[in-house]
């Protein structure tokens, strides 16, 4: 048990539930989920029937330890965007370089977000940073509905409480200021770009009718569109283009009469096959014409796992200053690029690849560009034929190492099989990152499995509520 609230909220709220409050809560929480879209593909973003809950002080601890640590990734991602030799510390496919000179300004993002785990110390640890986040407006609605939620009440009554932080109102602010720094004035036009046809003039799904969006498109997200919808009400103007309607006049992108500041692309992989390297789109964009809110070259240098290969080696100190060198130390797991060579670990020198064989129960092994627990493997959980397997693989392609970071386990109420369980979690707590710049809320994913990704089919977020013990 996490040492974050007292043992008697939890006991107390678990007992409500149990002889009170079952009914009105899984109702309740079924109901708003269909109202609200809570839904991932189809499935429940939530199937547990009780929030995650904080001490104030820790929460504010954990936005601190986040916001120096995104000083530090800020660091980083600059200078990877400038610098082509620091940038071979990535391994980047040529793919990937390809689409960092495409876009080679400043790599800045208005939302991003740090996954990690809170220790039996209290010690958050970030194991990876998310460029394209979810959970920001979803956390929100989660806190809105466990709060009008009878137990909440009754429980809140004994034990004063209160969401973590809104933040979708942030989501605006945080694109006028990202505007800002990339040198515009007011508000942005924004363009949300999404391919009706592939080159050859067939639908995106090789129809000849117009194109749904792909698995891979934002717009099949639901919390994408509420995104939209909090950009629209924070006064921004969209529109939804194919990128064969755009044009571009005086070295500024525009549609019509519609002039466009920023662009939103909906699905890359479609994108690139209908806007290709030489087109003047890639020309406006280099010459500051406008602007790309999800770049692709940003979320390489900000996102690939091989940032934290920089972020947690001290041979690179030297780029930090004193308190996000410290911050660092504290919160950022050791990770090396799985390659032969010698390299520190603790308060020795190993040789790499022996190393990772022989301490499998300790590390992680994680695709550098991968995304929803993708291929990763856990020694601890893995044999050793298998985990020699997997280590031959990462020798050949992008892989990091990650040293395991350790969170305790806590059981969670919910109804999925139709009766009432308590089944042991695993939970990550990942603060949103603004501008690039501060931490200001955050989401908590809960799983059965180590891996705690909702789009690895065994997560569940559930909301957050901080309390003063």
Known sequence: MLSRVPRALIDNYDELLVHAHRASTEEHLARKTIERSLLFRGRPVCNVLRPFFMTSALYAQVMRAATLVARGLTVVARRLAKDAAFRELLALTPEEEALVQLDPGEPTELLGRLDGFIGADGVIRFVEYNPVPAGVIETEELCETFA????????????????????????????????????????????????????????????????????????????????????????VTIRMLDPAEMRVEAGRLCAGDFSIDAVLIADWPSFLRTVPADAPFWGAIRSGGAWIINSAATAIVRGSKSVFTILSDPAHAHLFDPEVTEALARHVPWTRRVRAGKTSFEDRTVDLIPFIAEARERLVLKPADQYGGKDVVLGWETDEESFRRALKRAIAEPYVVQERVTSPWEDYPDAMSGELRFQTRISDVNPFIWNDEWAHGCSVRLSTSAITNVSAGVGSQTPIFLVDA
């Open 148 to 235: 009008e939620m009878p137990i909440m009440r009754t429980l809140s009554q004994r034990h004063p409480m209160r969401s973590v932080p809104r933040t979708r109102h942030l989501i605006g602010e945080a694109l006028r200021s990202t505007h800002a720094r990339k040198g515009g004035k007011g508000c942005p036009n924004v363009a949300v770009l999404h391919a009706q046809r592939d080159p050859n003039g067939h639908g995106t799904d090789g129809k000849s009718s117009d194109a749904q969006p792909s698995e891979d498109s934002l717009l099949g997200i639901p919390e994408m569109i509420k995104v939209l919808d909090a950009l629209i009400e924070n006064g």
